[in-house]
């Protein structure tokens, strides 16, 4: 059995079909970049796996829990599954530190004490445990992005969706949240990631998803795929990259 | 509870509460169409004017904005005669409404003033127009588009408070149905009808004005 | 005819305006805590909830405020009870003051950004928690400047209180301008007294607001 299971997946808003029959079955420990034009349905999936919009047929699992619109299981579909966002979305009247430990706190019930020692622990991996009072406000872009990745990391997920979370920041602090990524991918995270990084996608990635018009239209390795694109869309697509 | 609901009086008062309905649409006109004129004026004066008129505009605002409507009302009407200002009820109606408007619609169209963007006067400028033509030309309009629904709640508010022109007497819609309880003793029934005459007249005018909005104001490209 | 000084005028508001202050202390904070259990009706998930309190406020802010205090008056005197005018006043107050700070507050918390419920959402909390930690304490930093200037809207709403005969500032003017036939002064003096009240809350509601607007310039 697959860690995430996505089978058959429609998804309308009103009458635009944006996903129309999605099928991805994600291994443990697999890094997938997820890659295509604005429009091509693939922050959609990426939302759709979190549970923050709804699908209209088919299913989707991960680890065995079923994605249903009730908040229960929701809400043990999202322990599983972390999210990091284009915006990053850190709560702004809380610390750093308070950020990574609310909702150990309140979901999961853990005491403060080991909330606060799994923050500091998750801070100090993502490389800004020096930074635990400091509030959103007073932290760069790409020091924000680090924090929302060690407050999704603190809830244990057994998977990462990562939603173009370098494209909302200057250029030169892009990498450092990359590092960050990569790191996670060498420890064997499971990632699913929407991205505009190619190079990224060829150097970490272990599959890419190529998305065009609601479907999934290529598929396979990022050598392969990069290489020896097989249709004119994606043929179109990287070459617009360059 | 045993109270008998008894509406059968307004078979014969129905006229009363029609003339005093009548009134508080006259006033609400009046006091609407000259209180929005007299905010632009003082916006203006306050935000573009000359400097020695700022301060007298802003003491007006604030004095007004920082006390309650019923008491503007007596001093216009029972302390200005002490000074040879004698005014009838309804001019002192008009003119606390319009005062009072005026020191609202000030702070509003302002707002919408300074949110114009600096580019604004100087491409008017840089055309060779004065000052008050740019206001009037290029400023004014984008502002009132921008503040229309705010100035339009004001106006509502300011109907609504109107209903305190009948303690100086002003024959209005409140005035019609405190004469109409102490005629008839049905004092709840007569503030129910009128109370729901006035929620109508809210929701009418709210509509009128912002249908006036569409026809002031109609939509362009970009915006 | 004329054994009153300014003096004596002056004093006797005075003495009348603090039934100004305390109706309006207790209308705003009556008024807070109605409109706050208006409000998790108002954005919470309920339809008739929802419904509700939208014909709530359309009622108590398409209707004068008046008129709302001689319903009061004349409506509870309906149930056989003798209705003090403070009573009648009191409610009448809290009603209107809770209906227009309910739609403030809904403001203040549709104002925060759609992502806060998205993250917190993908964080596994529920409803209720994520108003709790995350919408509420952001939407209560940027609802006080409001909130502050909406108190001196319940302030001035007292005044209208002596029409039903409640003793305060307002009803004090008249009693006492029929006793001194002086009314430019004594109603002067009112408008500065209310003036006095209402400034340092329009004022300080001002700074707060330029205050956030500042902090929010870091972000």
């Known amino acids: 059995m697959s860690l995430i299971e996505i089978t058959e997946v429609k998804k309308r808003f009103g009458d635009n079909e944006v996903l129309k029959g999605i099928n991805i079955d994600v291994e443990p420990g697999e890094v997938i970049a997820i890659i295509g034009k604005s429009g091509s349905g693939k922050s959609t999936l990426l939302r759709c796996i979190n549970g923050l919009e709804t699908i209209d047929e088919g299913s989707i699992s991960v680890a065995g829990a079923q994605l249903l619109p009730d908040e229960l299981h929701l809400k043990a579909l999202r322990l599983k599954v972390g999210m990091i966002f284009q915006q990053f979305n850190l709560f702004p009247h ?44 007073q932290l760069s872009g790409g020091q924000q992005q680090r924090v929302a990745i060690a407050r999704a ?62 479907r999934v239209h290529e598929i396979g390795r990022p050598e392969d795929v ?12 990287l070459g617009m990259q360059h | 509870m045993n109270y008998a609901f008894d509406y059968g009086w307004l078979l014969e008062y129905w006229p009363v509460l029609l003339k005093g309905l009548a009134i508080t649409v006259e006033l609400t006109l ?41 008491i503007q009302l007596f001093f216009i009407f029972f302390g200005l005669p002490s000074l040879g200002v004698r005014l009838g009820e309804l001019e002192a109606a008009n003119l606390a409404m319009i005062i009072n408007l005026g020191a609202y619609g000030c702070e509003i169209v302002r707002a919408g003033i300074q949110a114009t963007p600096k580019g604004q006067f100087e491409a008017g400028a840089s055309l060779g127009m004065s000052r008050i033509q740019t206001f009037w030309y290029v400023v004014l309009i984008p502002a009132l588009q921008r503040i229309w629904p ?16 009948s303690q100086i007497a002003a024959e209005d819609l409140t005035f019609a149905a405190n004469f109409i309880q102490s005629r008839t003793f049905r004092a709840f029934e007569a503030y129910f009808v009128s109370t729901a005459i006035y929620l109508a007249l809210a929701i009418a005018l709210r509509q009128m004005l912002r249908g006036l909005g569409w026809s002031l104001f109609p939509k362009r490209s970009g915006r | 005819m004329n054994e009153f000084t300014d003096w004596d005028i002056l004093r006797n508001l005075l003495l009348a305006a603090r039934w100004t202050v305390a109706l309006s202390i207790v209308s705003f904070i009556g008024g807070g805590i109605v409109g706050a259990l208006l409000l998790l009706l108002r954005i919470g998930e309920g339809r008739a909830g929802q419904i509700f309190t939208k014909v709530y406020i359309e009622l108590f802010q398409g209707t004068p405020l008046l008129m709302q205090l001689f319903l009061a008056f004349f409506g509870l005197g309906l149930f056989g009870i003798d209705v003090p005018a403070w009573l009648a006043a009191t409610v009448a107050l809290i009603l209107w003051t809770a ?16 992502g806060q419920w998205e993250a ?17 304490p952001q939407a209560l930093r940027i609802a006080v400047p409001p909130t502050v200037g909406f108190s001196v809207q319940v302030v001035k709403g007292t005044a209208l209180t002596s029409i039903i005969g409640f003793v305060e500032l307002a009803k004090a003017g008249t009693v006492l301008t029929n006793a001194t036939f002086q009314p430019f002064t004594v109603y002067g003096f009112v408008a500065l007294i209310y003036f006095c009240l209402c400034w340092p809350l ?18």
């Open chain 1, 94 to 137: 809380l610390s750093a530190g308070k950020n990574v430990m609310l909702s150990q706190m309140v979901v999961k019930k853990t005491p403060k004490a080991e909330a606060e020692e799994m923050a500091k622990k998750m801070l100090e991996r993502v490389g800004l445990g020096h930074k635990f009072d400091a509030y959103p406000d």
């Open chain 2, 30 to 70: 009046v006091g609407g169409v000259f209180g929005v004129a007299l905010g632009v004026a003082c916006a203006w004066a306050r935000a573009l004017g000359p400097k020695w008129l700022r301060p007298i505009v802003t003491t007006y605002v604030e004095m007004i904005r920082n006390t309650p409507f019923l």
């Open chain 2, 150 to 165: 705010a100035l339009s709640s004001q106006i509502v508010i300011v109907m609504l408070g109107s209903a305190a022109v």
């Open chain 3, 202 to 219: 329009s004022k300080s509601s001002q700074v707060l607001e330029r205050k956030l607007n500042v902090a929010h310039r870091n972000h």
């Open chain 3, 99 to 114: 209906a227009f700070l309910v739609e403030i507050w809904r403001g203040c918390v549709e104002s925060i950004a759609k």
């Open chain 1, 226 to 237: 990069f290489a020896n694109p097989k249709t004119p869309e994606l043929k179109q697509f």
């Open chain 3, 120 to 136: 917190s959402s993908s964080l596994g909390m529920g409803y209720l928690q994520q108003m709790r930690y995350v919408i509420l």
């Open chain 1, 153 to 214: 990391l603190a809830m244990e997920p057994i998977a990462l969706l990562c939603d173009e979370i370098t494209s909302a920041l200057d250029p030169e602090l892009v990498n450092e949240v990359l590092a960050v990524v990569k790191e996670l991918a060498s420890e064997g995270m499971t990632l699913l990631m929407v991205t505009h990084e190619m190079r990224f996608a060829r150097d970490v990635c272990s599959r890419v998803v190529f998305m065009h018009m609601g």
